[in-house]
T-cell receptor, first 114, second 113 residues
């Protein structure tokens, strides 16, 4: 039973490029969450999605960041025109039902912006 | 005031001893609470969830919840070097944002042989 899958595990981008991070939830899970962990800082919520719907994006920066969870395929976190401050670990989590359920994390994508 | 607060540590614990980790939260209506373990450079791993006042035991781990005091704790019995990690307390958001887990900054535990 595969867990939450994320790819790529490591991503290097130059300033101004785009970063696309992908997340496939655990089998049977329809709720996906994205978190960011800056170096030496805690986990911060970014966005909560269900299939084809954004439920809560209160943690997403207003500009350059977007997320989607299409009917088919993985959830995508997209960062346009990356800056050095975007360098962080981005974790995806999933749960089987609504938000207060246990969330299970993927291995994360480490983004480095040069 | 932070929504979820933990002592940052490091908490140094001799091998075989009990590690005691504390977490306080600000939202009185919170109903569920989670403890995650995160090894350096790795992702958070769920180790305990607790929903009712009192104690919940799972192997060497015991979670304790006191909603009146807005306090949740984690005890690790017979601590092993493999328990050396950062432990994160997580609390879901309010009814209109349950999926928004609020994490504490984490307590680093170091188990010394």
């Amino acid at each position: 039973n595969a867990g939450v899958m994320q790819n790529p595990r490591h991503l290097v981008r130059r300033r101004g490029q785009e970063a696309r991070l992908r997340c496939s939830p655990m089998k049977g899970h329809s709720h996906v969450y994205w978190y960011r962990q800056l170096p030496e800082e805690g986990l911060k919520f970014m966005v909560y999605l269900q299939k084809e719907n954004i439920i809560d994006e209160s943690g997403m920066p207003k500009e350059r960041f977007s997320a989607e969870f299409p009917k088919e395929g993985p959830s995508i976190l997209r960062i346009q025109q990356v800056v050095r401050g975007d360098s962080a670990a981005y974790f995806c989590a999933s749960s089987p039902t609504s938000g207060s359920d246990e969330q299970f994390f993927g291995p994360g994508t480490r983004l480095t912006v040069l | 005031q932070k929504e979820v607060e933990q002592n940052s540590g490091p908490l140094s614990v001799p091998e075989g001893a009990i590690a005691s980790l504390n977490c306080t939260y600000s939202d009185r209506v919170s109903q569920s609470f989670f403890w995650y373990r995160q090894y350096s450079g790795k992702s958070p791993e769920l180790i305990m969830s607790i929903y009712s006042n009192g104690d919940k035991e799972d192997g060497r781990f015991t979670a304790q919840l006191n909603k009146a005091s807005q306090y949740v704790s984690l005890l690790i019995r017979d601590s092993q070097p493999s328990d050396s990690a950062t432990y994160l307390c997580a609390v879901p958001g309010r009814r209109d944002s349950w999926g928004k887990f609020q994490f504490g900054a984490g307590t680093q535990v170091v188990v010394t042989p």
